[in-house]
């Protein structure tokens, strides 16, 4: 986004050596604070019934459950891709999150630190597990990076607090490196960079061609990569906190329509990103545009200027380096600002088209990094935007179920309490939201027990029903 702000799974448990082992005492902590709400029945009796029914699969089941200790005991390892899904320490992981760009400027002023921490504790509470966020902020108030590689001292000090502070909340963070928009910096102050050290620069989309650009971009990298955290005193490029490095937030060169232009610059980056660091994930941080290697796609486009603008979702992912695919979905912004079904249609297939082509084409994940509806929109309400929620996150159960591409989403964006003078619009708080907050919760537990199963050896399609099936596929999302 372009910010303006400074059988089913259950299968017979008899055909797998590794049991299914669900955290009996988060499950049921979550069907209770839950309630009503969100299942559309009352009391523990059904939880219960349940809980018994999901433990009656496997006769280990009732004996090997974590506690709580062993949960925070755990190895936290890097988040790792198998086929085309992710995985950590060979376990399934499924990703509900969101987005929060901010963080480090709000971290390198004590007065706003706080602020972190409960942002945290909140998307921790209802189950979110990744963050997507700035580690970027080039010239401008509160810089990160003052000039080409030189750099705030307390600023990264505030983007370590990030990094040690996710970690306490068992919240993975996706770091992206550079903005194509002005907020922030981006390619813009690059240029400007550029042009103060002499360079003749006439357009903002030289920051992905001209060599002195790209080797301040690489500076950048490798100065965040091989920060050690004064917190932790562990080094970035060494953190499984960190799930993933993103090149670009959202990056387009409408100056070469054909693409080559930006492919060139991901096959670069993204193989320099691996250089200095082999162990972490690498996306693009694309919002999925289909370009001119794949005419017959373009009919998913939002529009006909979408082809035009230097993007190619299917090309950009197969560069070497990449590791998952990225895609954010905003009809309102695309197709028409007034809320009206065409959003959730568009929604829906554009979401559907682009986990195909990660399973076809691919091979890889493919995370929905930002979606989101503005309250600034004719016809909003906040029926519409649950509704919504619930469209991203039932498509994704559809390809979950089939062990499909459809690997998580990133809600853009989530706000702690206090904070509205930030709000672009897609502010998510909480604590005032409650439907909202209900659905991402449940959405948080269906996933949770997706990634407690042994599903690399347990079969897919098995055709028991159970009281636990329905609650995984329930339509009342």
Known sequence: ????????????????NRCFILPLAFFIIFFENLGTNVFGFNGNEQTETMVEEAMSYSPQFSTRIYNVEDVEGDDWQMVETKGNQFVVNGQPFYVNGFNTYWLMVFSADQSTRGKVSELFQQASSVGLTVCRTWAFNDGQWRALQKSPSVYDEE????????????????????????????????????VKWGKAAGLNL????????????RSYYKAHVKAVLN???TFTNITYKDDPTIFAWEL??????????????????IAEMAAYVKSLDAKHLVEIGLEGFYGPSAPSRTQFNPNSYATQVGTDFIRNHQALGVDFASVHIYADSWISQTISDAHLQFTTSWMEAH????????????????????????????????TLISTVYKTLLNS???????????????????????????????????????????????LAIYNSMCSWRCRWGCKKKNALEAFLYHDDL
Not at 3 to 16: I, K, L, Q, Y
Not at 177 to 189: C, E, I, P, R, S
Not at 202 to 213: A, K, N
Request: glycine share 8%; proline share 4%; aromatic share 12%.
């Open 1 to 16: 986004m372009q910010s303006t702000a400074s059988g089913s799974v259950f299968t017979a448990m008899d055909t797998c």
């Open 155 to 190: 600023v990264f000090k505030g983007l370590d607090f990030v990094v040690s502070e996710a970690k306490k909340y068992k919240i993975r963070l996706i770091l992206s490196l550079v903005n194509n928009w002005d907020a922030y910096g981006g390619k813009a102050q690059y």
């Open 202 to 213: 006439t357009s903002d989309d030289e920051f992905f061609s001209h060599p002195t650009l």
């Open 227 to 229: 920060r050690v955290n």
């Open 248 to 265: 670009m937030n959202e990056p387009r060169c409408t100056s070469d329509p054909s693409g080559d232009t930006l492919q060139s610059w």
């Open 355 to 386: 986990i195909e082509d990660a399973e076809k084409y691919l091979g890889m994940p493919v995370i929905f990094a930002e979606f989101g509806v503005s309250t600034k929109d004719p016809g909003y309400n906040s029926s519409f935007r649950d």
């Open 400 to 446: 979950t179920k089939k062990g499909g591409s459809g690997a998580g989403s990133l809600l853009w964006q989530l706000f702690p309490d206090g904070t509205d003078y930030m709000d672009d619009g897609y502010a998510i708080v909480l604590a005032k939201s409650p439907s909202t907050s209900n659905l991402i919760s449940l959405h948080s537990t269906r």
